[in-house]
């Protein structure tokens, strides 16, 4: 089974670079079988996709977030990060990372235990 | 983006009573639709997947329906543990995935 968990600062400043890692266990972050997710949920609201990666194959963001967004991989550690360039306070949020399997529709089977992000000075 | 709907946006029910949730994409999605259950302070868990397949482990009360745009997710038999907020997700664009606004299901 596969098992995630989101680590990084829960405050961050506005224009500066939110940097967050999930960890993942029970499966090789290089499997042919998933996507790496990373969804978020600002307060009181619903769930917004962030992007994926399917590793060494692609990635793909949200057409509203790409021009801020990069998420990698770091096979050493069998985890995968999320960088949010030059936030604002409309980036705090509740960040998760999520697998979804790799064949057919994508689904999020797995989740991260989620990590408030606050935006502020 | 496919915009998701889902209505209402909160309900009231009883321990034994059968709740429909209603999800509508503002195009077709086939049947590329999934639907999640949220507790407070807690990540989304996958309940069904490409409209109507029930994930293993959940119960068979949960059952979903629907295709192209307008799909339902039915609680037949409320249970203590069902009052949740619920989202339905698609996946026909799976490089631009978007969620509907939920469905808190709240006890009467």
């Known amino acids: 089974q596969v098992q995630l968990q989101v680590s990084g600062p829960g405050l961050v400043k506005p224009s500066q670079t939110l940097s967050l890692t999930c960890p993942v266990s029970?499966?090789?972050?290089?499997?042919?079988?998933?996507?790496w997710n990373w969804i978020r949920q600002s307060p009181g609201k619903g769930l917004e996709w962030i992007g994926y990666?399917?590793?060494?194959?692609?990635?793909y963001y949200s057409p509203s977030l790409k021009s801020r967004v990069d998420i990698s991989v770091d096979t050493s550690k069998n985890q995968f990060s999320l960088h949010l360039d030059s936030v604002t306070a409309a980036d705090t949020a509740v960040y998760y990372c999520?697998?979804?399997?790799?064949?057919?529709?994508?689904?999020?089977?797995?989740w991260g235990q989620g990590i408030l992000v606050t935006v502020s000075s | 983006d496919i915009q998701m709907t889902q209505s209402p946006s909160s309900l009231s029910a009883s321990v034994g009573d059968r709740v429909t949730i209603t999800c509508r994409a503002s195009?077709?999605?086939?049947?590329?639709l999934n639907w999640y259950q949220q507790k407070p302070g807690k990540a989304p868990h996958l309940l069904i997947k490409?409209?109507?397949s029930l994930r293993s482990g959940v119960p068979s009360r949960f059952s979903g329906s629907g295709s192209g745009t307008d799909f339902t997710l039915t609680i037949s038999g409320l249970q203590p543990e069902d009052f949740a907020t619920y989202y339905c997700?698609?996946?026909?664009?799976?490089?631009?995935?978007?969620f509907g606004g939920g469905t808190k299901v709240e006890i009467k």
């Open positions: 999520a697998s979804a399997p790799a064949a057919g529709p994508v689904a999020f089977d797995y």
């Open positions: 029970g499966v090789s972050i290089t499997s042919d079988y998933y996507y």
């Open positions: 990666t399917y590793y060494s194959r692609a990635t």
């Open positions: 195009q077709y999605v086939s049947s590329y």
């Open positions: 490409s409209a109507s």
């Open positions: 997700q698609q996946s026909y664009t799976p490089h631009a995935l978007t």
